[in-house]
């Protein structure tokens, strides 16, 4: 296939020199940090669901409340167009994009743990804060608070789970991020559906969001430092025994001597080093491809199918049943599709799941579109027919999870595998702030988008998904099975970006080599001690 790349000379050879595997200490770490998403999950889930509840929107935003007791003929879904409401949800996102910033600097020189413990104390201070909200003031206070938590989370997170999984199992336990990341959001929507008839129940919705950020908290406590970490600033012995801990076995000499390799790199690069060597042209094929993926990642359109799902829901019963219906249907589509990306990330490759979702999610939303443009037509939007919201519930579940195995967590898994180790704080943190950055344009852009285009709006993500899909098929490596500290070397070998990278790709591969050649022959002298031994 087009764009296909092939492992960089050498890396099948190498990539079976490395010793160990998939070892019960490795999945509960693996599992234990993955917590970080719950950090994500919950804040999605729980902030919409709080948000419609009638007590709290008459504290915080009365003007909405209002417009939703009143009976006008405007589209019902301008009901949310509302400065102060738009305020309180991009809030998290330009305080998440602004503790990336601060987030690269902590991982890179105090260690993952330290980035994950303080983004857990953020997190618990955040949900106190608005559990205890008295105006919109303190409500923002806490939302700011939140989303330092989660940046600092969504960065680290990725990159510590990289670093200590197996390489052959990278993908499998990287995107427990996302999976977690599902988990929180129905959790969310559970906790909101039990509590929606409660006095102040949005209190204790949002309070909860201090759980999430105390289990990663007690995580940073617990979880060893990353080796990669460790060998960076010197603690070479330390960093040895943790990854001999993680593989299950003391011949770890292929993969440790490319971490040191590695490092002898990375080393004698400053922070400010890391961030301007992205913008150059020999780290800058990273840099687009984990910037774009964020784009691409918002722009499947995944807000659009979410706003109407309770529209639909109403229409097949009772408010509280299409609500419970809501979570459990859409919550469990969208967990059980990430573990598939679980389960065959690391079979089928990361641009087989992005192509077969991207088209998946491009039929669904033409089928939503075109379908919901006819029938809201004819029936309006409170009378549907049983088939046919029925119907579109399918399409909905059916773009849930091409969403939920493919562009969902790739989006997180490819950034935090694809740079080099001087760059990789730097890099994870450019990819999350993009994530944020597009997640607050979408939020501030699509209630009007959807005022104005109405189900046009499905159309126009549908002609992005198609975009999307042609990309993943001519400009993105396949990583599956590429040792983390080699894949620069696979870019450098692409048919596109060694074009990008110009000069230095040749140098890449030079240097792959070499680094390739040196680490065999201590592993060939090693052989030999042990055989006379």
């Known amino acids: 296939m087009a764009g296909g790349a092939i492992v960089a000379s050498g890396g099948a050879s190498r990539s079976s020199e490395y010793q160990g595997g998939l070892t019960a200490y490795v999945l509960l770490v693996a599992l234990v940090a993955a917590c970080g998403g719950l950090l994500l999950g919950y804040d999605n889930g729980v902030t919409g669901g709080v948000a419609s509840m009638e007590q709290f929107e008459r504290k915080f935003f009365p003007d909405v409340y209002e417009k939703k007791q009143q009976v006008v003929e405007t589209s019902p879904y301008c009901t949310y167009d509302n400065p102060k409401l738009q305020l309180f949800v991009s809030s998290l996102f330009l305080a998440g994009l602004i503790s990336c910033i601060f987030s690269a600097w902590i991982t890179r020189n105090w260690g993952r743990k330290a980035s994950m413990g303080i983004g857990g104390i953020f997190f618990i201070a955040g949900g106190l804060v608005n559990a205890f909200a008295q105006d919109i ?20 997170v990725p990159q510590y789970l990289s670093e200590v999984a197996p390489f052959s199992h990278r993908g499998m336990l990287n995107i427990g991020y996302q999976l977690f990341v599902t988990i929180g959001i129905l959790i969310a929507g559970l906790v909101n559906y039990g509590v929606r008839n409660w006095d102040n129940g949005w209190r204790l919705s949002l309070g909860l969001a201090a759980v999430p950020g105390l289990i990663l908290l007690l995580g940073a406590i617990v979880l060893p430092e990353s080796p990669n970490f460790l060998v960076e600033k010197g603690r070479t012995d330390q960093g040895r025994r943790i990854l001999e801990k993680l593989r299950g076995t003391s011949h770890v000499e292929a993969e440790f001597a490319d971490i040191v390799a590695a490092v002898e790199i990375a080393r004698p690069i400053t922070m400010r080093q890391s961030w301007r060597s992205l913008f150059t042209r020999r780290y800058m094929p990273q840099l687009l491809t984990s910037f774009v993926i964020q784009f691409f990642q918002q722009f499947t359109g995944i807000n659009a199918i979410i706003f109407y799902v309770p529209v639909l829901f109403s229409s097949l019963g009772s408010a509280s049943s299409a609500a419970l219906l809501n979570t459990v249907v859409v919550g469990a589509v969208n967990v059980g599709s990430t573990m598939i990306a679980v389960l065959f990330s690391d079979k089928f490759g990361r641009r087989f799941l992005l192509i077969e979702g991207g088209i998946q999610c491009c039929l669904a939303m033409l089928a939503a579109g075109i379908t919901l443009g006819v029938e809201f037509g004819q029936y309006g939007t409170e009378d549907l027919p049983h088939p046919v919201s029925a119907g579109v519930l399918a399409v909905i579940c059916i773009f849930i999870a091409g969403f939920a195995w493919s562009w969902g967590p790739m989006g997180w898994l490819i950034p935090s595998e694809i740079f080099t180790l001087e760059t990789r704080p730097a890099g994870t943190a450019v990819a999350v702030m993009g994530n944020f950055l597009f997640s607050f344009v979408i939020g501030q852009a699509f209630v009007s988008m959807l005022c104005a285009m109405k189900f046009g709006v499905f159309l126009f993500f549908a002609g992005w998904l198609v975009i999307m899909v042609l990309c993943a098929i001519f400009l993105l490596p ?56």
Not at 137 to 156: D, E, K, T, Y
Not at 504 to 514: G, L, P, Y
């Open 137 to 156: 003031a303190m409500l923002i206070v806490g939302r700011v608070l939140l989303g330092f938590g989660v940046g600092l989370g969504s960065q680290v």
């Open 478 to 533: 396949e990583t599956k099975g590429v040792p983390i500290e080699r894949v620069q070397a696979l870019y450098a070998r692409h048919w596109f970006w060694k074009k990008v990278m110009g000069p230095a790709a040749q140098e890449i591969i030079a240097e792959d080599e070499k680094r390739v050649a040196a680490s065999q022959a201590i592993m060939k002298e090693e052989r030999i001690s042990q055989t006379m031994k």
